[in-house]
């Protein structure tokens, strides 16, 4: 397990840094990600893979993901798994319910793959704000829609091995 937390901090570090942050602040941002009754109980991840403090419920706070906005999340095992793939661009074939926490919201980023950077590519970019996201096998996507824009939950990178369903929890204003 402990290979899995370097690769996907790897993957995280190369995507985002925090400079001077003390690891309080660090421990403190990605515990924001999720209800505390989770996240005061997980691992938390500095972006380099350092453990910054150990968890005992089989949560990973990371303090933040993506673009410059840094925003932080809390993933289970399952999620943490997708994260791994996505950063080796491996395939991946869930088998069992993942839930990943963002309550901060995150950048801007494509609706259709995770690997997108041009925002004049075509595709429908969304920053979404406070959410949860599930992944499921992918035959219980069937009948969701994937319009971010719907009012509800949707489906995100849905032709790709990573689709997951979004949730939004509240509306920014």
Known sequence: MKTLYVLVAMLLISMNSYGDDSTAD????AQSAAHPAISKQA???????????????????????????????????????????????????VDRIGISYM???????????????????GDVWVQEGPHLMIIVPKEMLKGLSDDPFNGGPYVMWKDTPYAHIMIPVKVEK
């Open 103 to 121: 309550m901060q919201g995150d950048a801007m980023v494509s609706n259709s793959s995770p690997y997108a950077t041009d925002k004049n590519n």
């Open 43 to 93: 691992t938390v991840l500095d972006m380099d893979g350092k453990v910054l403090k150990e968890g005992t419920n089989g949560w990973t706070c990371l303090p933040g993901v993506l673009s410059g906005d840094g925003k932080p999340m809390c993933n289970d095992d399952v999620w943490m798994k997708m994260m791994k793939a996505i950063k080796t661009k491996s395939d991946y074939k």
């Open 26 to 29: 660090k421990i403190t941002r």
